[in-house]
């Protein structure tokens, strides 16, 4: 791994198919997601926008002329994973999205842009209950 801040997640076998998951990082909610047909990871902040729920975890992916996107389970406002942009409603403004790597069977995110805000000594967790 470079110098990024990679932070372990969970193992391959531990998500579900073509869905997401919350994982804590800090006081931080990122909502990860394994498209397995297309064997590609993403993520991304857990809250939404929109209406300021965290429940991008939970939202139906797909893709729309091939950028993955993530649809919120609330209102369906859908976002890009690949730069965070709304898809289909320019005033529901955008979302973090963060790097993915997975390395022998196990799932790393990169956490170098919200690092500074997580206090020392804090614990991390890996997935929300």
Not at 57 to 63: C, E
Not at 109 to 125: C, K, L, M, N, T
């Amino acid at each position: 791994m470079s110098s990024q801040n990679w932070f372990h997640v969970c193992s391959v076998q531990d998500m579900p198919h073509n869905g997401g998951v919350c994982v804590k990082y800090g006081d931080h909610q990122i909502a990860l997601y394994y498209f397995t047909h297309r064997n590609e990871w993403y993520a991304s902040q857990n809250l939404c926008p929109h209406k300021q729920q965290m429940a991008l975890s939970r939202g139906m992916l797909g893709s729309q002329q091939g950028e993955p996107k993530v649809a919120c389970p609330f209102h369906k406002k859908t976002f890009s994973l690949k730069d965070g942009h709304c898809l289909n409603d320019e005033t529901c403004g955008s979302i973090a999205v963060y790097e993915v790597r997975v390395k022998d069977g196990q799932v790393y995110i990169d956490v170098s842009d919200i690092e500074q805000e997580v206090p020392a000594g804090e614990p991390a967790s890996n997935m929300c209950s």
